[in-house]
């Protein structure tokens, strides 16, 4: 099935659940199965045909990447988005681990899903983010570009609990807290 879109296509990304679409303008349109979230759209309906994100329209967006729980973009003023599922850490709680701990352990998942997904979930305190929410921005400050300083961000990645950013920069790094005073 042919999808028309208003601008041509940039960049894309797949997971196995759903597309993210860069295209001119700085626009990003995402279409697929939505379980998790990954679309951005503020549910999590199916949608078979792309749809614009309305909530980061007003950025201009630089950079998409997906995985099957989430997606994730840069705009062109370094503002890093994410969207979907963002998977937690493992919380332990006050277990001694030295005195064996089967408080949680203690589950029959068996071979149902629910109860499988249900087991992760109470494990890994995952947030679902039906809309885009901002997860980092990064700048040089005005006396920094005013020496000819810059930072822009060159590419995000997707880990299973974490972002990997990769920025390129001239702006010198704090080495200690005793340089900030």
Request: charged residues 15%; glycine residues 8%.
């Amino acid at each position: 099935k042919k999808v028309q879109l208003p601008y041509r296509i940039i960049e894309a990304s797949f997971s196995s659940m759903h597309t993210v679409l860069l295209v001119e303008k700085g626009l990003i349109y995402t279409m697929g199965r939505n379980i998790e979230g990954q679309l951005g759209a503020g549910h999590t309906n199916c949608v078979e045909q792309p749809i614009l994100v309305d909530f980061i329209k007003h950025r201009t967006i630089v950079n998409c990447q997906c995985n099957d729980q989430g997606t994730i973009v840069t705009s062109q003023d370094n503002v890093i988005t994410f969207w979907g599922t963002r998977n937690g850490i493992p919380e332990f709680g006050d277990c001694n681990f030295d005195e064996g701990c089967n408080q949680n352990i203690n589950s029959e998942v068996g071979n149902s899903t629910v109860a499988f997904t249900n087991f992760l979930a109470s494990v890994y305190k995952s947030e679902l983010l039906l809309e885009p929410v901002d997860l980092l921005a990064l700048y040089a400050s005005k006396e920094q570009g005013q020496k000819g300083y810059y930072i822009t961000v060159n590419n995000v990645y997707l880990l299973a609990h974490s972002v990997l950013v990769l920025v390129d920069t001239t702006t010198p790094l704090v080495s200690s807290l005793e340089e900030l005073q």
